[in-house]
Nanobody, 121 residues
Framework: QVQLVETGGGLVQPGGSLRLSCAASGSIGTIYDMGWYRQVPGKQRELVAG???????NYADSVKGRFTISRDNAKNTVTLQMNSLKPEDTAVYYC???????????????WGQGTQVTVSS
């Protein structure tokens, strides 16, 4: 079992910045892909940004150039730096990881509890 704890959400004015962090703890194993998703009421959860264990990243078109995802493999953390925030970025943001107990085992996927980001004047 792996636990994910997210921090850093809150209220920010349009054009402002927030930094979300997610720390993984629990069973020994290896984390592969990590990512951030977001969800607004009545809509499906969508991928915001992802990062592989090797550091390759991908972003939703709506956040390219404004958001940056990074990870610290030694600390099992993933961070989302969000700049130039817009009201449409308002959502609950969830951390997501792919984990295996050993390399030949099947992947397991875990979600954080979610953190609210509200962009409003």
């Amino acid at each position: 079992q792996v636990q994910l704890v997210e921090t850093g959400g809150g209220l920010v004015q349009p054009g402002g910045s927030l930094r979300l962090s997610c720390a993984a703890s629990g069973s020994i194993g290896t984390i592969y892909d990590m990512g951030w998703y977001r969800q607004v009421p009545g809509k499906q959860r969508e991928l915001v940004a992802g990062i592989t264990s090797g550091g390759s990243t991908n972003y939703a078109d709506s956040v390219k150039g404004r958001f940056t995802i990074s990870r610290d493999n030694a600390k099992n953390t993933v961070t989302l730096q969000m700049n130039s925030l817009k009201p449409e970025d308002t959502a609950v943001y969830y951390c997501h990881i792919e984990w295996r107990v050993v390399i030949w085992a099947s992947s397991e996927y875990y979600w954080g509890q979610g953190t609210q980001v509200t962009v409003s004047s």
